[in-house]
């Protein structure tokens, strides 16, 4: 099967974007697929050259740049709308590249044939709204470049996500939920991110604590915290350094992995008095070394479609705090394999269960266990057979309608 894919980027340090290089190397690999990537960066991949012949029966992964535009947000989006869909065209026309499917994870074209639903912007408009309603609402320009953003992204979520020829995969049931509430798609397919086990897990881990708490100046009796992600606010930071500081007087640190407008959270940290207790760092493709670096993961989101880092960090055998909104809870036992929060903004309940963990650390070790235990169940594999079963489909649909 031959593919256009589109995406903005590809790396190992994001979590849609390393979930998307997980399938196309296995697409490419398992299921012999020749994939054409229209991406404006790609790293951490293995590509092919284009023009070079391809053995019998075997795929490849190609990659066609696509232009980027500097500016805001909201133009650079716009540009990379209208540079990959030229970039596309040309192709067609001048070199009569043609495609049995498009597939993109997210809204990253007009033309998805296949869409993999990794956010959904309806729902981080109605986040912004509430934001926008309290006292510490962003600064004028930043609101109103983030209403134009979102005004943008939803009107492309309407129109694509109620297009019934457009084939839907969700990463978590939630997500299915919400575009059953949102576009009254009711025939969405669930296919939840995988995990590498072979990379993440209880024995890795551990080999690499002692240098990754060292180069951070974190000490041995140090209670260390983590959370990765881009949008801090709604992966629930807040709540995070609210906990920290009724906790004063016990030695918890969060190491903060991501990128993310940083000021405004080291201000809330300095009026809480947890600064110093806090490290903020750029994300990196071994993410393994936070990982190892940490006791327990906590993200008390107000909403995420899936949570890759909480299924990674369980599968190293850490301890994790999540909240019902992530779509990673319907994999988690609450107080057996994990943490669930009902109210992910309730600090004093974050609060408390962070203490009963610092005290009773042979708990922590039994919820890793039987995490790491779980995780086994979940891996690339078995997402990217799914995927491909959900690809096949949607082409065979297609050459119906054709035919």
């Known amino acids: 099967m031959r593919l256009a894919v589109v995406s903005p980027f590809v790396d190992r340090r994001h979590g849609t974007e390393r979930a998307l290089a997980e399938l196309l190397e296995r697409l490419a690999r398992e299921e012999h697929s020749e994939i054409h990537l229209y991406a404006q960066r790609v790293e951490d991949l293995a590509l092919d050259q284009p023009g070079a012949p391809l053995p019998p029966d075997s795929g490849a992964i190609l990659w066609h740049k ?9 133009l650079k989006f ?3 709308l209208f540079l990959n869909s030229l970039r596309r065209a040309w192709d067609r026309r001048v070199h009569g590249l043609r495609f049995d499917l498009v597939l993109s994870p997210g809204i990253n074209c007009f033309d998805a044939e296949v869409v993999i639903v990794h956010a959904l912007f309806h729902r981080l408009q109605e986040l912004a709204r509430d934001d926008e309603r309290e006292a510490s609402r962003p600064g004028l320009l930043r609101r109103l470049h983030r209403r134009a953003y979102y005004a943008l992204l939803t009107a492309l979520e309407r129109r694509i996500y109620t297009n019934p020829k457009v084939s839907l995969a969700a990463v978590s049931q939630r997500t299915a939920t919400l575009l059953a509430k949102y576009f009254h798609r009711r025939d969405v397919q669930v296919i939840p991110n995988g995990v590498d086990t072979a990379q993440f897990s209880p ?3 551990p080999a690499l604590r002692g240098d990754a708490r060292q180069r951070r100046n974190l000490r041995d009796q140090d209670f260390v915290l983590l959370l990765i992600g881009n949008d801090w606010r709604v992966k629930g930071l807040e709540t995070v350094l609210k906990a920290m500081a009724a906790l004063r007087d016990l030695p918890v640190h969060i190491l903060i992995a991501g990128e993310d407008l940083r000021d405004s959270f080291r201000e809330c940290a300095k009026q809480l008095g ?3 207790r806090c490290h903020f760092e750029l994300p990196r493709p071994d993410v393994l070394d936070f990982y190892a670096a940490a006791d327990l993961y906590v993200s008390p989101s107000r909403e995420d479609s899936f949570g890759l880092p909480v299924a990674e960090a369980m599968a190293c055998g850490l301890p994790v705090i999540t909240s ?8 988690i036992q609450s107080g057996v394999n994990g943490f669930v929060l009902r109210d992910p903004r309730d600090q004093q309940e974050l609060a408390r269960l962070l203490d ?8 922590r070790q039994r919820v890793g266990e039987a995490a790491a235990t779980n995780a086994l169940e979940w891996d690339w594999d078995r997402n990217a057979a799914a995927v491909w079963q959900l690809l096949q489909d949607a082409a065979g649909r297609k050459h119906e309608t054709r035919a």
């Open 324 to 331: 019902a909104f992530a779509g990673v809870a319907d994999l």
């Open 356 to 363: 009963e963990l610092f005290r009773d650390p042979e708990r």
């Open 66 to 74: 696509v232009p980027s535009i500097p500016g805001p947000h909201l």
């Open 274 to 276: 947890v600064l110093e």
């Open 78 to 80: 716009l540009g990379w």
């Open 203 to 205: 024995s890795a881990r």
